[in-house]
């Protein structure tokens, strides 16, 4: 029961992240795509040009999300973001980002990979 809620819990704040993103002209290309044991990719995203590989971090206590966003983390999403692209055949400008929730409140962070 614990684990549907977490999981819904998730689902809530990936679908708030989702609506933010789109009201900030960004094109939804692809939710939660999965790369082959490489790890998921929560929201894939397109503005001016530019993919945006998106990692969503949320929390109901007052633990910061943004602590979630570990090397092993970051190395997972990094690999599974070029393995999107190689897969897809792009070649394109991208970043990865990490969009926050906190009680509802929503912080996009560029590029956290540089």
């Known amino acids: 029961m614990q ?3 977490l999981k819904q819990f998730g689902n ?7 609506q933010f993103l789109e009201e900030a ?5 692809e939710r939660n795509y ?3 044991k490489l790890g ?7 503005k001016g040009g530019v993919f ?4 969503v971090k949320s929390s109901q206590k007052s633990f910061d999300p943004v602590y979630n966003l570990t090397p092993a983390k970051m190395r997972k999403i990094i690999h599974s973001s070029q393995y999107y692209l190689k897969a897809h ?3 394109v ?3 990865i980002d990490a969009l926050l929730v906190r009680r509802g409140e929503v912080e996009l962070i560029e590029n956290i990979t540089m």
Request: net charge negative.
């Open 3 to 5: 684990r549907n809620l």
């Open 12 to 18: 809530d704040a990936e679908t708030l992240a989702t």
């Open 25 to 29: 002209g960004f094109v939804i290309v």
């Open 34 to 36: 999965y790369a082959r």
């Open 40 to 46: 998921e990719i929560d929201i894939i995203a397109h």
């Open 52 to 55: 945006h590989f998106i990692e």
């Open 89 to 91: 055949g792009l070649d």
């Open 93 to 95: 400008a991208y970043c």
